[in-house]
């Protein structure tokens, strides 16, 4: 059936049923806001059915296979088997579970939820199109989350079986014996860890001098050994220029060469979908990279706001979620506005990594004086009763002692973010850490040893 021209209103619409926008429509209807929220796939978008949460789920069964020859020094002799169907069965029931938990929350606030594709037609205007059906809605305010999509490669082009994308490569019931990765930032590296401790062969390939470009070299050196350590290949400085019978094609410091391979992973990152929603009908401006130009608000007109991987800023859930709350305030007449000192960067990696606010180099580089302390993990109890001493954790402070960053790279680093993100959030300051009692033995402990090095009296290291 197709609806004419004449078109339904609505009162708050929100476009894409991801982190961002889920968050915004329940955010919207507690405000008191009839809400109506158009996803044209799965409720959780990208980072629930195919992206943060399956892939850390698989992380999860991957270092259950490794945990054989960590615990074999300890006395525990264990074996272990993979079945990938059960793995994938249990991947299946992780996402569903969570979504499930999504569609709950937004019925039970009353969000009237629509399939389909949204695209703008006129300022206050959208047509959705579910496969014949064609409806037109005029909306009072709109909140646009429709996210991102994986950046392809014309010289490697995916062809869902050989050469794939990250979301195919999680849904895959078959173990690849050779996996090349292209692409090594925070995805790669997660997957490389993962899939090597699954049992595949992996290397990655990355352009850059090193892989996780952009984090601090000690971070990156760290994470290195890791995956050398489980036979991770890593070749930098390296393109992928194609793909042949014998494998994977590409040019690097000593020319070209044929990585061997039964499939391909591209990985090179993510580009958003503003190009397919007609944003700019609606009157919103697009800068070079394709992403929304919006205030501090997420205003990008006067009665349509834009979130997450739609705008400026790292592609990450929890950003979204956070400019969420800020544009449904915003829509609903309350003031707000996006300005975070820090959004917490993770990679599961193996080890993780944990990176919020200012490292030492950016604020020197940012004309700040600054101190930090480190902490080798070496020196915590708790890493030790882990088994996994490679790592650090490292305060930075500005000339006042404030906590302006927290850097960390170890075995479940990931958990410090929250009490890392909060000292900098509130400008805590070194005696604040130092002075606070954490739990032995913790990992917690690291940031508070850390702090007592930058308060001049370290206890457990020198």
Known sequence: MVVGEVAEAVDLLVVGGGPGGYAAALHAAR???????????????TCLNVGCIPSKALIEVADAMAAPERVAPWGVAATTDLDMSAVQAHLGAVVERLTGGVRHLLDRAGVVVLAGEARFIKPNRVVVEHGATVEHLDFRHAIVATGSRPVELAEVPLDGARVVGSADLLSSDTLPEELVLVGGGYVGVELGCAFAKLGSRVTIVEAEGSILPGFEDRITRTVTRGLRNLGVGICCNTTAVGIDDAGLVVSGPSGSATLPTDRVAVVVGRRPNSDLI??????????????????????????????????????????????????????????????????????????????????????????????????????????????????????????????????????HVAELAGEAALAVETAATVEDIAGTIHAHPTLGEAIAEAAMGLAERPLHAG
């Open 278 to 411: 007609g944003l700019t009908e609606a009157g919103a401006t697009l800068d070079g990279s394709g992403l929304i130009v919006v205030d501090a608000a997420r205003r990008a007109t006067d009665t349509v706001f834009a979130i997450g991987d739609l705008t400026a800023g790292p592609a990450l859930a929890h950003k979204a979620t956070a400019e969420a709350e800020v544009a449904a305030d915003v829509a609903c007449g309350h003031a707000n506005a996006f300005d975070p000192t820090c959004i917490p960067l993770i990679v599961f990696s193996d080890p993780q990594v944990m990176v919020v606010g200012m490292s030492e180099g950016e604020a020197s580089s940012a004309g700040i004086a600054v101190t930090s302390s480190r902490f080798p993990l070496a020196a915590s109890g708790r890493a030790a009763t882990l088994g996994a001493g490679d790592g650090f954790v490292t305060v930075t402070a500005d000339g006042e002692g404030t906590v302006i960053g927290v850097q960390a790279v170890g075995a």
């Open 31 to 45: 405000l008191g806001r009839r809400v109506t929220l158009v996803e044209r796939g799965e409720l959780g978008g």
